[in-house]
């Protein structure tokens, strides 16, 4: 199958991350994981290192990693996608930052790129939100969702993540060689 880096970012969805390892592993897919600082104030490296057998990369100064982390990653893989995608990863991303190994290696990294958009529907709706998805989708990046439901503060709206079965769902229809089922770059998905 396929090799993916599953980029956390800190929104409280990131539990769902877990799942959506879970998930590319049981459909066979070669999975390592960048953790930023604040996922791990939500879901901890031991968690993702037990499923996956590989500690997670959290910073961009890992001793296992004898040359540039960030190019070493984005060269192993073939898809990229980052869950949950707060509203700051893809402003940080928007303007091309590299403050952590997940943005560092996202901008050294040039083949399928998803991200799975989660956050309060307020945020969602705001103009500079806006503004960076138009960039992300200009880009060529495929946005799975976010969708309209429940948030974590009870509240409905759009701003929803996927489900994880999803997410994988899109990953894989972008990694798939056949056009009439791939999406195509710079999409929300489901539209």
Same mark, same amino acid.
């Given at each position: ?11 409280? @969805? ?22 930023? $600082? ?33 190019? $070493? ?19 940080? &991303? ?31 709706? %705001?103009?500079?939100? %806006?503004?960076?998805? @138009? ?13 309209? /439901?429940?948030? @974590?503060?009870?509240? $409905? /709206? ?9 997410? &994988? ?10 056009? @009439? ?11």
């Amino acid at each position: 199958m396929a090799r993916i880096l599953l980029g956390v970012t800190g929104g409280i @969805a990131a539990f769902k991350a877990v799942l959506v390892l879970r998930e590319l592993m049981q459909r066979g897919h070669e999975v390592k994981v960048v953790l930023t $600082e604040a996922a791990q104030h939500f879901v901890g490296p031991i968690t993702f290192g037990a499923l996956t057998g590989d500690a997670p990369v959290t910073n961009l100064w890992d001793a296992r990693y004898n040359g540039e982390i960030h190019v $070493e990653l984005a060269d192993w893989a073939e898809a990229m996608v980052i869950v949950p995608a707060t509203a700051n990863t893809m402003a940080k &991303v928007v303007h091309g930052l590299a403050d952590d190994a997940l943005l560092a290696t996202w901008l050294c990294f040039d083949q399928v790129r998803v991200m799975a958009p989660a956050m309060h529907h307020r945020m969602w709706a %705001q103009a500079s939100t %806006q503004r960076n998805v @138009a960039q992300l989708l200009a880009d060529g990046v495929i946005l799975a969702g976010p969708v309209v /439901g429940r948030l @974590a503060n009870g509240a $409905e /709206g759009n701003g929803r993540m996927l489900e994880p079965v999803e997410i &994988v769902d899109v990953v894989e229809a972008c990694l798939n060689p056949t056009p @009439a089922v791939r999406p195509p770059a710079g999409e929300v998905w489901p539209s």
